[in-house]
């Protein structure tokens, strides 16, 4: 595995679900689909040199090769993921973790090894094991990256199939630092992901708006807010209102609050609510596929984030001038 420049500030990690020839480039490929994924690499590679944008570049290659890039795609061997959760469902947590420790010991140095051991960890409620498992899959990776990749300036983007599992493991290492409670590690990971990925592919703006109201970075809060107008997560749509209560700001929290309530109305309701019941046929598994602006939006983000507008003074006038004004229409 290794990161590979390929153009402007893109890179792209040699080594997932389209996996490029392992010889030295130019020599023969080994078989068809080496010599396919060999070509793919090299339109793109020629493209961005060409200074075109790494997503119309993307599209205009899905769009040409789409049934070659599927095709490819569907002829690979199950990964090591997909024997974890298909042992997983069929045969339950035990038998799953002895597939994933096989895994580990085969190839220690392979990171999605110890990415694979570090999801079942969550899924056993195991933070702690499910964190150093997430860190060793971070050390393998960036042993892979070169020592003049800039985390500022440089990107590794979602459109390149070959970067997803890195991308998806920070996230992971982020959302385990959170869990452990280590909040100034997770916005520093979290960060990290967004500037690498700045389309946010993954959705870590959300999550870093809660870590921040941890650290108190409240400034940090309205801009990732500002950077993302109009988004439909419920902590990006409220998160500069409330950034803006807790740096004592009512006007400024005032004009945010409007701002957040015409993309997401149900949630402002439910912030002004005083009792916060489930909505009725909803259960907690739900919110892997909640509706937006829906109430199990509006609940969930309650769920989660009330207890931060209910302990502070200006969130609670915010709260107050907001029922008041509704009760006179």
């Known amino acids: 595995m290794k990161l590979v420049h390929m153009g402007q500030n893109q890179w792209q990690l040699e080594d997932s679900v389209i996996s490029f020839p392992s010889g030295k480039r130019g020599k023969a490929p080994q078989n068809p689909q080496d010599a396919f994924t060999k070509k793919i690499h090299e339109i793109i590679e020629a493209q961005l040199k060409k200074g075109r944008d790494i997503d119309e570049v993307m599209q205009q290659v899905m769009e040409d090769y789409q049934h070659e890039i599927l095709a490819d795609i569907e002829s690979q061997p199950p990964s090591a993921f997909e024997v974890i959760i298909e042992t997983l469902h069929s045969y339950g947590i035990d038998a799953a973790t002895v597939v994933a420790q096989g895994y580990v010991l085969e190839g220690l140095s392979v990171p999605e090894n110890h990415y694979n051991m570090a999801f079942l960890y969550e899924q056993c409620d195991e933070s702690f094991n499910a964190l150093m498992s997430s860190r060793e899959c971070m050390r393998l990776y960036l042993k892979s990256f070169p020592t003049n990749f800039n985390w500022k300036k440089n990107t590794i983007p979602w459109e390149?199939?070959?970067?997803?599992?890195?991308?998806?493991?920070?996230?992971?290492?982020?959302?385990?630092?959170?869990?452990?409670?280590?909040f100034e590690e997770a916005r520093k990971e979290g960060e990290r992901l967004l500037s690498i990925c700045p389309n946010d592919n993954l959705g870590v703006r959300e999550v870093l708006v809660e870590w921040y109201m941890y650290t108190e970075d409240y400034q940090k809060i309205i801009k990732v807010c500002e950077h993302f107008p109009d988004d439909v997560f419920a902590n990006i749509a409220f998160g500069k209102a409330l950034a803006y209560c807790y740096l004592g700001d009512l006007q400024k929290a005032d004009q945010a609050w409007e701002q957040g309530k015409e993309v997401l109305p149900k949630v402002a309701h439910e912030i002004l609510k005083k009792r916060h019941a489930m909505p009725r046929g909803m259960n907690h598994d739900s919110s892997y596929g909640t509706v937006v602006n829906s109430k199990e939006q509006a609940y969930f983000y309650w769920q989660d984030m009330g207890e931060w507008w209910e302990d502070n003074e200006?969130?609670?006038?915010l709260i107050e001038k907001k029922r008041a004004e509704r009760s006179k229409k």
């Open 314 to 317: 200006t969130a609670q006038m």
């Open 160 to 182: 390149f199939l070959d970067n997803r599992p890195f991308l998806r493991a920070l996230f992971q290492l982020a959302n385990l630092y959170a869990n452990n409670l280590c």
